[in-house]
Nanobody, 126 residues
Framework: QVQLVESGGGLVQAGGSLRLSCATSGGAFSSYAMGWFRQAPGKEREFVAAISWNGGITNYADSVKGRFTISRDNAKNTVYLQMNSLKPEDTALYYC???????????????????WGQGTQVTVSS
């Protein structure tokens, strides 16, 4: 059973930066494309970024392009989300997810991911 554990969330002022990590275990990490999603109170879960198995292909939501960077270290079974120039509207619970559909699959659709972490809270104050 694949397990994903997010970390790195916290409280930061607008304009600041955070780096989220998602450590995985119980599966062949390099077999999975990975994604980050977020969910704010009262809103649906939304796509943030995705990365192919080798990091060669990435996909970003328009709202984070140019500010967030997704990366992965297959030797450490970990995927990262570097978040710069944070805004109050980035406040949400951030989840990482893994998909078995294809190592190259960088979908933004939550239902197409098979494994999820419990989330890490990011709060951006104005």
């Amino acid at each position: 059973q694949v397990q994903l554990v997010e970390s790195g969330g916290g409280l930061v002022q607008a304009g600041g930066s955070l780096r989220l990590s998602c450590a995985t275990s119980g599966g062949a990490f390099s077999s999975y494309a990975m994604g980050w999603f977020r969910q704010a109170p009262g809103k649906e879960r939304e796509f943030v970024a995705a990365i192919s198995w080798n990091g060669g292909i990435t996909n970003y939501a328009d709202s984070v392009k140019g500010r967030f960077t997704i990366s992965r270290d297959n030797a450490k079974n970990t995927v990262y989300l570097q978040m710069n120039s944070l805004k109050p509207e980035d406040t949400a619970l951030y989840y990482c997810a893994a998909t078995r559909r294809s190592r190259w699959y960088i979908s933004g659709i939550p239902n197409e991911y098979d494994y999820w972490g419990q989330g890490t809270q990011v709060t951006v104050s104005s």
